[in-house]
């Protein structure tokens, strides 16, 4: 996404509900590996990266 998303395409991110249960877990303020995101999302460490992947690349999370 560039610098003026479209709101679609955040909408489809936070509407997912396993990103949108990682995306709680990272409002602590703390870091995280996608390992202890899976394990709180209760999904496998795969499926974590695979979704981290896709907020990384829509602006929603910084690595």
């Known amino acids: ?3 003026n998303p479209n709101i679609a395409d955040v909408v489809s991110l936070l509407g997912d509900s396993t990103k949108a249960s990682l ?3 990272l409002m602590d303020n703390r870091y995280h590996t996608a390992s ?5 999302a ?4 795969q499926t974590a ?3 981290l ?3 990384v ?3 929603l999370v910084i690595v």
């Not at 202890?36 to 709180?40: D, S, T």
């Not at 209760?42 to 460490?45: A, L, M, N, Q, V």
């Open 1 to 3: 996404m560039g610098e």
């Open 23 to 25: 995306l709680t877990n």
């Open 36 to 40: 202890e995101l899976a394990c709180m």
């Open 42 to 45: 209760d999904i496998k460490p």
């Open 49 to 51: 990266s695979f979704h």
């Open 53 to 55: 992947a896709e907020l």
């Open 57 to 59: 690349g829509g602006n």
